[in-house]
C-alpha cells in the first residue's frame, strides 16, 4: 500500500514535511497495527489493556 499525500492548505516548504522515510514509518506502523485498531474502534478486543490504568499512573 503507498500513500499519498494531498495539500488542501499549500505551506511553505510543505513538501518537506513529512518526509519520504517519515511517509514509510507511516506505512510500516500502518500494516502493523491497522487490524488491532479497527478491533479497538469496533470494541472487539476486551482484553488489549490488561494493566489497570491506575498502575500505569504509577
Not at 23 to 28: H, K
Not at 30 to 42: E, I, K, V
Amino acid at each position: 500500500m503507498a500513500l499519498t499525500l494531498s495539500a488542501h492548505c499549500p505551506a511553505d516548504r510543505a513538501e518537506e514535511i513529512p518526509t519520504p522515510e517519515d511517509l514509510v514509518f507511516l506505512e510500516q506502523l500502518h500494516q502493523r497495527f491497522a487490524c488491532t485498531r479497527g478491533d479497538l474502534l469496533s470494541g472487539d478486543c476486551t482484553d488489549f489493556l490488561t494493566i489497570p490504568a491506575h498502575e500505569l499512573a504509577g
